[in-house]
């Protein structure tokens, strides 16, 4: 029998900052704050365009960090889970917006909401899933690898797909959105399995992870100006916000460590909420809302011009968008749940995978 995970609220907590980087990173990229505007609301843009790369290389530590970090268990039913996640929420928007003609769409659109996961509907999901494939595999070899090993693989690692990447301008042949979050899975098993603490005060990883941002959110002001105006050159005024780069890797690790460090008592509210964040990313980033949430529904064109305006506007909706997609995934949940999740024949089906997997471990 499946033994229920105790959520951490810690850790709760930062799949919610995570979640609300995303949803920023998403407002100011897909609104036109950052690309489409100039002046103040550019400026303030940039500080929010590596909230996407922030937030996806969070939620694949905390993967890491639970999945990897000692235990060689592996739960097929929590891979149906993602999948059921997916499919339905591709399926059901799809479905609504064909029915009732809203918005503009063609045969490549429909593709992907029927098979979301190999057509990359969502590029995240389908790099995840792709590493789940592997987590048996992946949590055998971090129980039997050295420690010292195992750093060596890490930091060897990081320097082929992070340090390289950073100096030199794109020249990064062995990264690939899968290799990524494989590799901050592993870095994420690791932290669980040896730790990863050094400074004994927790704060400095914070004062880290701030100072860094900020230098990252200047950068991209600072070459935006640069690159006004040349279509061209302007992707290369938000170079260091790749999920990739150096600066985002000391970011992300910095911030993960510090809410590892951190004791917080256990919180209802907090752990329902981050356990709902999925469903946030899912609703936000379907492919048919994308087309009419942000001119549409936020207006987000209307702002552009005012800074004053956008900086509430982006507040809003960054708050409007997380509780509408936690309203919306606990209804689906619940239904999802009832209808399938707990049918016999899946817990059956689930129990027999598991099973499986651990007599292979076991010869």
């Known amino acids: 029998m499946e033994t229920k995970r105790i959520r951490q609220s810690n850790m709760e907590l930062l799949r919610i900052i995570a979640m609300l980087f995303i949803v920023a990173h998403h407002y100011v990229w897909n609104g036109g704050g950052w690309k489409f505007s100039t002046g103040i609301v550019q400026m303030e843009s940039g500080f929010f365009v590596a909230g996407g790369s922030l937030g996806i290389n969070l939620f694949m530590l905390i993967s890491g960090y639970f999945l990897g970090g000692g235990s060689t268990e592996y739960k097929t039913k929590r891979f149906i889970s993602i999948l059921t996640d997916v499919w339905s929420y591709s399926w059901i928007i799809a479905a609504i917006f064909m029915a009732f003609g809203l918005g503009t769409y063609n045969m490549d659109d429909i593709l992907a909401s029927v098979f979301p996961v190999s057509r990359s509907a969502y590029w995240f999901i389908t790099a995840y899933i792709g590493v789940m494939l592997f987590v048996p595999f992946l949590n055998r070899f971090v129980m039997k690898i050295s420690k010292k090993n195992f750093k060596i693989l890490l930091l060897v690692t990081a320097f082929i797909m992070s340090v390289l990447p950073t100096f030199i301008p794109y020249g990064d042949p062995w990264t690939s959105e899968f290799t990524w979050l494989l590799f901050l ?52 005024a938000s170079y260091f916000t790749r999920r990739n780069v150096l600066p985002l890797l000391v970011c992300s690790i910095a911030l993960f460590l510090y809410f590892v460090n951190l004791e917080i008592k256990p919180n209802k509210v907090v752990n329902y909420f981050g356990k709902m964040t999925l469903g946030v990313y899912l609703l936000h980033s379907n492919l048919w809302i994308k087309k009419i949430l942000y001119d549409k529904v936020l207006f987000s064109d209307k702002v552009l011009d005012s800074g004053g305006l956008f900086s509430i506007a982006l507040i809003g909706s960054t708050i409007f968008i997380f509780i509408a997609g936690i309203l919306i995934e ?23 995978m598991d099973n499986k997997l651990k007599l292979q471990e076991e010869k």
């Open 185 to 236: 899975y592993l870095v994420g098993a690791y932290i669980k399995l040896h730790g990863f603490n050094i400074f004994k005060n927790k704060s400095f990883y914070l004062w880290i992870f701030l100072g860094v941002y900020f230098l990252v959110g200047a950068a991209n002001d600072v070459f935006a100006q640069i690159f006004n105006g040349h279509d061209a050159l302007f992707d290369y």
């Open 330 to 352: 606990s209804i689906r949940s619940k239904g999802m749940e009832k209808i399938l999740l707990n049918r016999k024949f899946v817990g059956r089906f689930c129990e027999w």
